[in-house]
């Protein structure tokens, strides 16, 4: 039994020490084989790449020679190419073999090389735009790497009509295809199937046709040590069966070799990106917006808890100020005045009938105020029972308006709820000057208003009190004026009358002039002096001209049908000499309306109208007398008359203002200028008559100067139209030497 255990012990023993010794034979078996150091370009996936996962260099043509390497007893090793050329790469000694080759080269040294049998057929085949089909090789112009050259030459010989330009890399190729430099790219097939998994270039396709196939062999130095291995090589590649070759082929070209760049990324998913990006800006806008939205309610909540008083809802002080500086901005053409109001017996109101009564008062004014005040008006409550309101000036009927909407109903609040007593209340105005709209100052108005109130106050009375009545007066009259033009000339409470102009040697009525006389409804009889300026002022005074001169017109056409041929002298606004108005065209058209020849009207243009548009002037009195009207120079002496105006406008007659005479300074002075004037007008060619003869005294020296045609107080007064229609043709009883 122990004899057997031994024998089992030494069997074991002896089958271990032979196990060991056949392992030790078979790993020097293979340290023994050789290493065969095998350089590539490892830049052309799928031949030659770096794998990620294992970091090593694989490939087809990394596939195929190692099969080769190990036929003929190799252990190859791949190493990156660190040359530039493959020439560069035979003089190198860290590699055995350098790969890949069509054909034998000589090294950058001028070294001869050889080369093995080929490992693989690789298919060289076009690549073109998708729409593009090559029929044809012939006269092609084909776009290449310049790292295959080698290849490129070989295309030369093969097929001498292509011409081949080459680039550095493939995106330059892909950019003259593109550009319709080339014709098509050409490059191996297996590389093909890589790049063109790039996704910017789907719109090329690869030819179907292969155009041909290059042999793919490794090379070195013609040595004898390189022939041995060229030989041992040659035997390897030999084995290799084409089943072999061909799933190795199918194994790389079937991969998705490609990884995706951002750039491709981008490419790939640009209108995903786009949509993605419109949704991002869009989200941002919205939010923002909501943002702003959400700043403004607060702005606007603030701007009311500081604008907006709570009790009467009205405007605060702070509010008041705000919208006053808006108002006088905007319309500066409104005649405001702003008042200061005080209920005198607020004390015993709350006093007596309790706070909550005061209240109740404060917020009935308020909603008061508010209901009769216009858009371009404003009110607030400053404190207490102290309020503001700016008004634009009324004319007399709105003025009794708010005395019986606003101010009566508040003062019979509490009588009204039978609780007996009259709320009095103060008022303090003040009238907004013209300087104030210039350097808007709210606190300052209203101080002033403030100041009138408080007098009033004083004198222990209620109702209304002004700073400065003057201007009140003044800017009433405004109102009064303008906002009562429109009626007063549908009603005919303008009218036309006449002052008739005589020839005082003759005593003959050889016209009349118009002057404007209005019977105000609340006024009564109204002077050109008390409203014409106004007008002028106001922007109005065209309206009131031209209303005058179609009632001259028609008074002018009843005449001439009655066979009374007259004429009349209306006057023009200097604010009426205006380029756009075309003056001379209205009264053309106006004595066409009314079948009146031109003579039968005189302009009357006044004096001071050359100082502000000299040029205009000119040229409208030139283009009256065209049209055959008489153009007369009113109020001549009664301004700072010019020579130049004398020289410049061609007028046909000087209304002479006898003004002058009457006026400050030696009347002997004046009499002689006016001898002088006379002579001068007369040798100038034009007309001349004197306006304002007041006395027998004063007709008698004009007319020893020569001057005979006259019109004044001493003649005539001016007199409604049917006044002047009854004096018909009648001589002036004025007159020394009647006929
Ligand atoms: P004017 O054109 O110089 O008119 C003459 C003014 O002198 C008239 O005043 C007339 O009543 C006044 N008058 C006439 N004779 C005498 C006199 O002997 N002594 C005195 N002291 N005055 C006399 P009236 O009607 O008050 O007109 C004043 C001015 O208003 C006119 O001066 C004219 O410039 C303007 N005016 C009158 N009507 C119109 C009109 O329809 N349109 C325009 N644009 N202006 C008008
Ligand atoms: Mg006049
Ligand atoms: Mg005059």
Redesign the pocket.
Known sequence: MLKNKRLIKLTVSLFAVLSCLLMMLTVSGEEDKEVLVIGVPADRTPVFYVDEASDEIVGIGVDVMRIAAKNAGYEPVFVDLQEATLKDALDSDAYDVVMPFGSAISSTEGKQSIVSESLIETPFTFVTEKNRNLSQFRNLKVGMLRSQSGVAETVRQRYPGITISTYETMDECVKALRGKKVDALLHNSYVWSYILQKPSYSDLKIQPAAVFSMEFRAGTLDTPKGQEIMERLNQGIGKITDTQRQAIALDYTSRRLYRYDLSDYLYQYKLVLLVFLLLLVSLIAFAMRRQKAASRKREEQIRQLVDIDPLTNMLSMNGFRKRVEELLHTHPDIQYLITYNNVRNFKFINDSLGREAGDDLLRFWGRKLLENLSEEETACRITADHFAILRRIQDEEKIKQDERNIIEPVRNFFIDQGKGTRVQICTGIYVLTPEDYQKIDVDKTLDFARLAEQRLRNTRKDGYEFYNPEEWKRGKQVADVCGRLPVAIREKELQVWY?PQVNYETGEIIGA????RWNHDKLGWL???EF?PILEEAGL?YD??CY?WNQVCQDLQRWNQQGQHRTVSV???RCDIREELNIPGQFFDLIKAYDLTPDQLRI?I?ESAFAENPELLIRMTVKLREFGFQVEM??FGSGYSSLHMLKEVPVDRIKL?LDFLSGAGDPERGRIIISHVVQLVQSLGMNLIA????NVSQANFLKSRGCIEM????FYK?MSSSEFEELGEKPSSKNPEPK
């Open positions: 002052q002039e118009a002057l404007c002077r050109p002096s014409i005074i009131l001209d005058m006057n023009l606004s009357e006044t009113d109020d203002d306006e304002g003869v007041e019109q004044g107080f001493y001016p």
